[in-house]
């Protein structure tokens, strides 16, 4: 009988790794990347489509930067700055870098990867906000690590006992 409750106290426990939640974001906004990159669906499905994927892909970032900000994982917020500011860099130096830079097929590789990968869902960020991709990076990452703070300052609060706010 003690196994039996240990087992269900265990995989109740259990939650992903920060591996796994880097490899679903990393999925979802590839998704999103390559299906909004391409457009190929009809133009009254793809408002309905970039409605959801929008909401999808926000409510996947800010959820896992909250509970992995409550379990404390500190990992996680440096992944996302990584995430959402290192391609930025890599397509800025691919573009306006030095000439080492901007003859690397390397560099241009990456540059277009960035491009599918991080900037087409940033367009897509920011057009629900009216901005361009690299201020809807910025916060984005922004937002990410406001998530994550919050769920650390909860995380604290209730493990002190501490629960009024």
Not at 31 to 48: L, Q, R, T
Not at 94 to 122: H, K, Q
Request: aromatic share 18%.
């Amino acid at each position: 009988m003690s196994e039996k409750t240990s087992a269900a106290k265990k995989h109740r426990k259990s939650s992903y790794s920060l591996c796994e939640n880097m490899f679903l974001l990393f999925m979802i906004t590839f998704a999103a990347g390559v299906f909004c990159y391409e457009k190929w669906m009809p133009e009254s499905f793809m408002d309905i489509y970039l409605t959801v994927v929008f909401a999808v892909c926000i409510f996947t970032w800010l959820l896992i930067s909250f509970f992995s900000g409550a379990r404390n994982k500190w990992q996680f917020e440096i992944f996302t700055v990584i995430f959402w500011i290192l391609p930025l860099l890599i397509t800025y130096l691919a573009d306006n870098g030095p000439e080492f830079c901007r003859m690397s097929i390397t560099m241009y590789l990456l540059s277009e990867f960035s491009i599918v990968m991080f900037m087409t869902p940033a367009e897509l960020i920011g057009s629900f906000i009216k901005i361009g991709p690299v201020p809807a990076i910025l916060i984005m990452a922004l937002v990410c690590s406001f998530a994550f703070l919050a769920g650390n300052l909860l995380s604290d609060k209730l493990k002190k006992g501490n629960y009024t706010f």
